[in-house]
Nanobody, 115 residues
Framework: QVQLVESGGGLVQAGGSLRLSCVAS???????MGWYRQSPGKQRELVAT???????DYAEFVKGRFTISADNRKNTVYLQMSSPKPEHTAVYYC??????????WGQGTQVTVSS
């Protein structure tokens, strides 16, 4: 059974830093992992993704501010949030994509950025 365990969310001051982690287990053939976010009343949207080969993709609103990385041996993806802003407050969801399977999502971790 596929499991995604997220950690690292919480309260951070604007201008601070926070690192999210997501560990995947019970899966093989991972092709991509990443992070999406959802704010109240809004649709879930891309934050950043990274392929198994290390190719990254970022939403415009986090470019130069957030960094996604992965440890393939540990099936873990990270999101380093540097100098976040209050508008980055949201529930952040881990995404796992593997070959021939439906996408898997984590349970979500709340990130609150105070001004």
């Amino acid at each position: 059974q596929v499991q995604l365990v997220e950690s690292g969310g919480g309260l951070v001051q604007a201008g601070g830093s926070l690192r999210l982690s997501c560990v995947a287990s019970g899966i093989f053939g991972i092709s991509l992992m990443g992070w999406y976010r959802q704010s109240p009343g809004k649709q879930r949207e891309l934050v950043a993704t990274i392929t198994r080969a290390g190719t990254t993709d970022y939403a415009e609103f986090v470019k130069g501010r957030f960094t996604i990385s992965a440890d393939n041996r540990k099936n873990t993806v990270y999101l380093q949030m540097s100098s976040p802003k209050p508008e980055h407050t949201a529930v952040y969801y881990c995404l796992l994509r593997s070959l021939g399977r439906d996408d898997n999502w984590g349970q979500g971790t709340q990130v609150t950025v105070s001004s």
